[in-house]
């Protein structure tokens, strides 16, 4: 029957579709949907879009937290680029940090949760080893690694004596301070070692079958078939570890101020090493009181992220699309 048929034998009268009863009804309708999304609306529009709002704002402006804010325009990010002495020390180290401890927490992780996946015999306690100093506190196992790592009095330089290896200063040195720091990352990588681990047990048996009987050696199946059925998970793993460096702050924090003796004293020690793009924004913010800069600073830090976020998400879009055209 065609529409026109329909049409001509409805009835006259108002649509049944848009009477008062069926609007109501879905007002109630929208109402109650609105009602249980509330919850997220609230908590997004508060703790999300208002700071992030304000936060961009109030990076166009000279705030010191205490007096009215007064617009500015760019001056803060002309300070930035231009004329904040310790922005580029700032930026290198946390560079260093992305290109160095991202990859090498990542593989550290994915390596320790290979070996587990293969244990018959205390696998549970083992797992359990390896995860539990991801439970400690960041502060009490950075001190902690800080006094292991005393180039004088710590266990660790005098284990590396005992055979013939000269420790060097860890975190007195300029040179070995973000090693030492990237060395406190790899042993508090035990959550990121459960997400490989449950990835690697889930990955189908009947793959490694299929590839046994076509030949293939360890680093193959590897290769071809673990690789590609735990990418998602190593896309997440990456990306999180990239944003934890970025916004890298308190493991550096109290290192330096651990090692120099003195809370007092400037982030970044020795030598500015220690250094990061977070710590220059609680600096700028909380120890200055120059919070229009600050928030300039969480900006910038907060489009990089973005970036980065976007082009690792790209990256990989491109590799599965290979992948799966070969």
Not at 278 to 292: D, K
Request: hydrophobic fraction near 50%; charge should be positive.
């Amino acid at each position: 029957m065609s529409l026109v048929t329909r049409a001509a034998r409805r009835p006259p009268g108002p649509d049944p579709q848009t009477s008062p009863a069926v609007r109501a009804k879905r007002r109630r309708t929208r109402i109650r949907i609105l009602l249980f999304l509330s919850p997220w609306i609230v908590g997004f529009t508060v703790f999300l879009a208002y700071p992030l709002v304000m936060t961009v704002w109030l990076s166009f402006t000279n705030s010191d937290m205490i007096s009215s804010p007064h617009f500015v325009g760019l001056r803060n990010y002309r300070y930035m680029f231009s004329d904040d002495p310790q922005i580029w020390q700032a930026v290198r180290n946390t560079g260093w940090l992305m290109a160095v401890m991202v990859p090498a927490q990542v593989l550290f992780a994915l390596g320790v949760a290979m070996v587990t996946a293969r244990l018959k015999a205390g696998a549970g306690l083992f797992r359990t080893l390896f995860y539990l100093p991801a439970l400690a506190p960041p502060v009490a196992a950075t001190v902690a690694f800080v006094c292991l790592f005393n180039p004088s009095s710590g266990p660790v330089n005098k284990i590396l004596g005992l055979i013939g290896v000269h420790g060097p200063l860890w975190f007195d040195s300029p040179v070995w301070s973000k090693p030492a720091l990237t060395l406190l990352t790899l042993w508090g990588s035990g959550t990121m070692m459960v997400i490989f681990l449950a990835a690697l047990l889930d990955v189908p048996a009947e793959l490694y079958e299929a590839a046994e009987l076509d030949g293939t050696n360890p680093l193959q199946r590897f290769r071809y078939v673990t690789l590609p059925t735990i990418s998602p998970v190593v896309l997440f793993a990456t990306v999180t570890a990239v944003i934890a460096a970025l916004q890298y702050f308190t493991q550096a924090m109290v290192a330096s101020q651990t090692a120099d003796g003195s809370i007092q004293a400037p982030p970044g020690y020795p030598g500015g090493s220690t250094l990061t793009f977070s710590q220059q924004l609680y600096t700028a913010g909380f120890t200055q009181f120059h919070m229009g800069y600050a928030c300039a600073l969480a900006v910038v830090l907060f489009a990089v992220a973005m970036v980065f976020t976007v082009a690792l998400l790209r990256r990989a879009s491109g590799f599965n699309t290979e992948e799966a055209t070969q």
